[in-house]
């Protein structure tokens, strides 16, 4: 009830406000007085066949944090690399619109490090959405093909500028600039992450130093005296702030003290800094990737940003089951949450399939071979979600693994294997099948191929494989039943 009374006085307090001018301005305030009760995560998770793709996490407390999705990703880039990596969630000062913003790279795809970054893409991956659910196909901008010899566009940011009343977009080119090639962070202006201006240099470093994986976040009010403060990645983890987006910048330091470094001195070597607000108090987070460890994202925080001798670092935190690379934290509203937790929040049951013929035995997989086994170590191997099927949700269902998340049993050449999605519709096809009742006894189950429909999902010598069932033998082959994992 308290909660209840204290939500309707906060909207009441945004209605008195809105009404108080006809102003876009106003309005545009008076929306982000909604009360924020949750956060939101967009993150990639590695170089793996789909871990260069967009994955969404929840959190209640900004500190521990659940997968969504099951833990698959949420989408899949099908532009340029046909990779995404380093997004950022962007929203409209009324709410009414948002955008994810991504690197165009694709490691997993066989690329160097060397590639990517002198003849990599030059466009950034953009999605769009009215409700943070329903999203826009991904779309190429090419930001960074105006640069003189420029071989990348790397983790942008994007954040709304009061100042201009439109949008700066910033991220991390290499390129040659005054006898030095080197990485910089460039920026453009936009309305719609559409069109944009000509791209112009934002902050580069001395000599031969690189710049990379700058984010800003504004904190009106803060206790620090700046209204904003961004955080890069410069061979330290260096802090700025200032009172424009666009205007002169004051360093306050880097993190050195706290043995975090971007790999000047060792230390923790960390890259892709997030900043988060605390919802409940004036506390910030700054989420730090430790890609050297590959051990993801690791929180410190700080109750005053005006030195960077007030951030500590932190243990209570927990990033649920998937890791999580270099992305961005986006506070939600209530009505905001309820969306994003209603599409992607539930969670499905942990099953294993038994054998009906060898009951000891269940399906698992073993080096992505799939077979029947007793006794299974890992038991996460023989654990999966029946989701709805791939390629036809209606009535189908498709096998994910638990302890792969993105990977699903299909069927190649008629021997089943477990694979990683790879968006295609013959993947969704051969991931699908129909349950119907057991072909040996009408109380279990069989399964039967969504594109072979005359062939089931059956065991032989313990391996499984879809084949057309004609005798007892196959029935209690391919008789199956689903249990709690």
């Known amino acids: 009830m308290s909660r209840a009374l204290s939500r309707l006085g906060a909207v009441l307090a945004a209605a008195c406000l809105l009404f108080a001018s006809l102003s876009v301005a106003d309005q545009k305030e008076a929306a982000a007085l909604e009360p924020f009760t949750g956060y939101l995560m967009a993150h990639f998770t590695g170089e793996s066949a789909n871990g260069e793709q967009i994955y969404l996490a929840h959190s209640d407390d900004g500190l521990h944090w659940t997968d969504l999705n099951n833990g698959a990703l949420v989408l899949r880039s099908t532009v340029g690399t046909r990779g995404v990596r380093d997004p950022a969630l962007v929203r409209s000062p009324a709410g009414d619109r948002y955008w994810i913003v991504a690197t165009d790279l694709r490691i997993a795809a066989g690329t160097s490090w060397s590639d990517a970054a002198n003849r990599g893409s030059t466009s950034l991956v953009v999605w769009e959405s009215a409700d943070l659910v329903n999203w826009s196909a991904p779309r190429l901008i090419n930001v960074a093909g105006a640069i003189p010899g420029a071989g990348n566009a790397w983790a942008p940011e994007a954040i709304y500028n009061p100042a201009t009343g439109d949008y700066v977009i910033y991220w991390a080119t290499n390129s040659p600039r005054d006898g030095v090639t080197k990485h910089r962070i460039w920026y453009v202006r936009t309305s719609d992450f559409r069109s944009f201006t000509a791209p112009q240099p934002f902050i580069e ?40 987006i666009l205007g002169s910048w004051t360093s306050l330091g880097n993190l050195s003290h706290l043995g975090i470094s971007n790999g000047t001195g060792g230390g923790n070597v960390v890259e892709g800094p997030m900043w988060m607000k605390f919802h409940d108090r004036d506390e910030w987070a700054l989420w730090l990737d430790q890609f050297a460890t ?45 969306r994003v937790l209603g599409r992607w929040g539930a969670t499905l049951p942990v099953n294993r399939i038994q054998s009906y013929n060898f009951q000891d035995r269940y399906v698992r997989h073993a080096d992505f071979d799939v077979r029947l086994d007793a006794n299974v170590s890992p038991a996460q191997d023989a654990q999966f979600r029946l989701v709805p099927g791939l390629a036809n949700s209606s009535g189908y269902v498709s096998f994910a693994s638990v ?46 191929s969504y594109n072979y429909p005359d062939r089931y999902l059956r065991h032989s010598n313990y391996l499984l494989r879809i084949d057309p069932i004609t005798d007892a033998q196959g029935r209690g082959d391919a008789t199956f039943r689903v249990v709690g994992g």
């Open 403 to 448: 302890n792969f998340p993105g990977y699903y049993l299909r069927h190649y050449g008629y021997d089943l294997v477990l694979a990683p999605d790879d968006g295609t519709a013959v993947f969704a096809a051969d991931a699908t099948f129909r349950q119907v009742p057991g072909l040996a006894a009408s109380s279990w189950t069989s399964f039967q």
């Open 205 to 244: 470093r001395g000599g031969a130093q690189g710049i990379i994986d700058t984010q800003i976040v504004e904190v009106p009010g803060a206790v620090g005296g700046y209204r904003y403060y961004r955080a890069s990645a410069d061979g330290h983890i260096s802090i700025e702030a200032a009172n424009s």
């Open 294 to 338: 590959g051990r993801g994202y690791m929180p410190i925080t700080s109750t005053n940003l005006g030195s960077t001798r007030n951030f500590r670092t932190r243990s209570d935190y927990g990033m649920g089951a998937g890791r999580k690379r270099h992305g961005s934290v986006l506070s939600l509203t209530a009505a905001e949450e309820s």
